[in-house]
């Protein structure tokens, strides 16, 4: 990565010394804060921050280079720097200037070719995923079960874009051995971009659902955007597609490669056989820790000889049950048999819902794609910590709350809702605006709403503009779930302390700009002051 390369690399000018051309960066950053002696900072132009205004800056701080779309300004007395051809005049012309730089047209755009020129040095395998719900988990996943035996980078955060992608693979050293890389879009040839940056040898899609309908129109048109990543998949590379989801089972082949299917049926290269939802630790009370067959969803409800029924209808023996410690609750996630030809194995997901068994079954066939053993395969799907923000289970002294307000859509919303139902005690939605759903965004929160509904749920607290559709499903669905209709954030914060109470169950879920990681914040110190003043 010398200055020269870079150069011709990503299409731009190199000005600055000629001894420098050979001269190679320790790192690339965008933010000037980070800017190092030996450093290359890319100059991008934000919609509150132009990087261009900080590049004497930079330089101050002791950079090698920048990349910027415009010519620096240098105070007159900059060092005279050799001469150095002008492309688009045809001329050679002398710059005074104090440091290096390339000019280009897009920085953003040089970086993603600076990020392709990087990636095929070191010649690394790539796992690319994408899909419409689930990328974060599932790539947290693919990278927890590929570490038990490479050196693996992942994304980190939401760094999945056309710029975030790019500094993601700037991470990568030449100890690493795998990289897992989460790619997210919501416009048509969005994911050409990132794909020609990353040309996965493995493509992953979890699912295709109802996310940026408002660019990409409908459900099929989602899964034309996501399955724009075949265009650079590798000659040799892999396909694993969610196989329960019905517009990617209709992918039978992509460039001659045929996918892996995995889901919850028999129809699947690799399923789950048996799902048994793992109990609750109680609060004063005993839970059954055998699957009970006279409940519908086998595990997660109060059982009957707990009660004092000794002979509740089927529980396999009075013994089957254990005293729970007196403490908080806690979802303990689901225990999966996992079916693959000719073998099978027994995990424990430590993350609750049936989502994150299929995001198990998706890294189950990654790993054996890369050659793990199915025990390297249990060891890291069981190694699964959560992310901030999506599905965290937060254990406070007084509530429970469900960290899940990232993002959402219709199916993610749905999926967060079905979990909250196994809380303990009262079990309460706080529920914002989704975003990007195009027309009928309307209809697809009165949808979430009537699904909400039908749960075994407590209470709906609604803020936001759209939330309130979400609100009048639950209503129309003559549920008797109680309902809270809030017109905005600040609205939220204000009556929170009056809409809970100890022992709760929380879930809170929006998409991002409703900034609901103020109402978990504001959750955690409530459930801590509580026992701390009685």
């Known amino acids: 990565m010398t200055l020269g390369r870079m150069a011709a690399a990503c299409g731009g000018l190199y000005y600055g010394r000629a001894e420098d051309r050979d001269r190679e960066i320790c790192a690339i950053t965008t933010d000037s804060r980070q800017a190092e002696p030996g450093c290359l900072f890319a100059a991008i132009r934000g919609g509150r921050v132009d990087g261009h205004d900080f590049i ?18 240098f105070d007159t007395d900059g060092e005279i720097l050799q001469e150095v051809s002008d492309r688009e005049s045809g001329k050679n012309r002398n710059t005074p200037q104090t440091g290096n730089y390339i000019k280009v047209d897009s920085t953003i755009r040089a970086l993603g070719a600076l990020a392709a020129y990087y990636l095929e040095q070191l010649a690394i395998p790539v796992v690319g995923i994408t899909g ?16 038990r035996k490479y050196r693996t980078l992942k994304t980190a955060g939401n760094f999945n874009n056309e710029l975030g992608l790019p500094l993601t693979i700037f991470r990568l050293r030449d100890e690493d051995e795998i ?45 034309r955007a996501k399955t724009e990543i075949f265009d650079y998949l590798r000659p040799d590379g892999h396909i694993i597609l969610n196989g329960d989801d019905d517009k990617l089972a209709t992918v039978q082949e992509a460039k001659g ?36 067959a006279d409940t519908q969803d086998g595990m997660g409800t109060e059982c009957a000889i707990a009660a004092g029924n000794t ?41 609750p819902g049936v989502h994150m068994v299929r995001n198990a079954l998706a890294a189950t066939a990654v790993g054996l794609h890369y050659g793990l053993t199915t025990e390297e395969i249990r060891a890291g799907i069981e190694s699964l910590q959560p992310v901030s923000g999506r599905f965290h289970i937060i254990h406070t002294a007084n509530f429970t709350i469900i960290d899940d307000c990232y993002n ?30 195009g027309t009928d965004e ?88 509580i026992r701390d003043h009685g």
């Open 56 to 73: 004497a800056q930079v330089f101050e701080m002791g950079a090698l280079c920048v990349i910027t779309e415009q010519e620096p300004s």
């Open 132 to 147: 419409s719900v689930g990328k974060t988990s599932t790539k947290e996943m693919v990278a927890a079960v590929l570490s």
């Open 179 to 223: 990289a897992v890389l989460e790619m997210g879009i919501n416009h048509f040839g969005e994911m050409h971009a990132l794909a020609r940056i990353a040309k996965p040898d493995t493509c992953v899609i979890t699912n295709i659902g109802q996310c940026h309908l408002e660019f990409l129109g409908d459900r099929d048109g989602v899964l």
């Open 257 to 292: 490669i045929r996918p892996t299917f995995f889901g919850l049926g028999t129809g699947n290269n690799i399923y789950a056989d048996q799902i048994e939802k793992k109990g609750l630790d109680g609060i004063k009370c005993r839970i059954c820790v055998k699957k009970k």
């Open 311 to 351: 002979d509740a209808a089927g529980c396999e023996a009075a013994n089957s049950c254990e005293t729970a410690e007196e403490g908080r609750t806690a979802y303990q996630g689901a225990e999966m048999a996992c079916d693959i030809i000719a073998d099978s194995f027994t995990v424990q997901i430590p993350i």
């Open 408 to 437: 959402a859509n219709p199916v993610s919303m749905k999926a967060s809702l079905e979990v909250l139902q196994d809380g303990l005690h009262r079990k309460i939605a706080i529920l914002g605006d989704m975003g990007e759903l």
């Open 442 to 529: 309307i209809r697809m929160h009165r949808e979430v709403g009537t699904f909400a509904g039908g749960l075994s749920i407590d209470m709906c607290i609604c803020a936001g503009t759209l939330a309130a559709q979400i609100a009048e499903g639950v209503q129309t669905s003559a549920s008797g779930i109680e309902t809270v209709i809030l017109p905005d954030l600040s609205s939220l914060l204000e009556q929170l302390p009056s809409l809970v109470k100890r022992s709760d169950t929380i879930l809170v879920k929006a998409s991002h700009f409703m900034h609901f990681e103020k109402v978990v914040a504001e959750l955690e110190q409530m459930g801590e002051d």
